[in-house]
């Protein structure tokens, strides 16, 4: 009797589902907005499936679905999808709201934050600059004098965060991830060589490199 290895990977599982459900799951091309409860109908279909854990399963449905190409898929009016492909619910404002929310502070934390910077740069031309040559008055120049002298408050230094060892990290570790300038706190859910799955405490889900984890 053969031996059936087991799917842990949240790549590998999604690639699973879009066989096994093609007119629910895509990697490639359009997405379709999934039920809501379509964990239970997945974890029901999949009972028998011994390759597939609930916990795994779980894990790569929430990583599809934070995905931003799944949340710009996530529009009024489009109807979300079962395991058939049967269109079973329409998708309102609110949950469109959410999307779009999810979505734009997806990006912002990833630096994908160009097109908003070019619209809300201000113009760097002599003609956009305010006019200076107007004369303050006494009163203006000694509060001015008085706040320049001040003695600067010296800020507290966080502490230094402390790199992990890939030989202590395991799934569900409790670790912080570096992004940006902020270390965000999140749980580890995934384990691929130099590559962690980590949910941040608001439930998203992001692929980083080790050299980003710290204790």
């Known amino acids: 009797m053969e031996t059936e290895i087991k799917r842990t990977s949240t790549k590998d ?4 589902l879009t066989e096994k459900f093609p007119e629910c799951f895509s990697i490639k091309g359009p997405v ?9 109908d997945l974890a029901e279909k999949l009972s028998e499936d011994d390759t597939v854990s609930k916990t795994r ?5 929430r990583h599809y679905t934070s995905s931003w190409r ?3 898929a996530v529009k009024v009016g489009v109807f979300r999808v079962d395991i058939d492909g049967k269109e079973v619910a329409e998708i309102d404002e609110e949950q469109a709201n959410y999307a ?16 908003v910077d070019k619209k809300s740069a201000k113009p760097t031309n002599d003609t956009a600059r305010p006019k200076t040559d107007k004369p303050q008055s006494d009163a203006k120049s000694a509060k001015f004098k008085s706040v320049k002298t001040k003695r600067p408050v010296a800020k507290k230094e966080a502490a230094p965060l402390k790199p992990v060892e890939s030989a202590t990290i395991k799934v569900g570790s409790q670790v912080k991830v570096q992004l940006g300038n902020s270390p965000m706190n999140a749980s580890i859910t995934e384990i691929s ?15 980083t490199k080790l050299e980003n984890i710290y204790s």
């Not at 399963?57 to 449905?61: D, E, K, N, P």
């Not at 779009?100 to 097109?115: A, D, P, R």
């Open 13 to 16: 599982i999604i690639t699973y």
């Open 32 to 40: 379709k907005p999934l039920k809501i409860g379509i964990f239970q």
């Open 57 to 61: 399963l779980r894990q790569a449905l």
């Open 70 to 72: 799944y949340l710009k």
């Open 100 to 115: 779009s929310k999810t979505l734009k502070e997806s990006q912002e934390k990833f630096g994908n934050k160009k097109n």
């Open 193 to 207: 060589g130099q590559d962690i799955s980590v949910q941040l405490d608001s439930g998203m889900i992001i692929k």
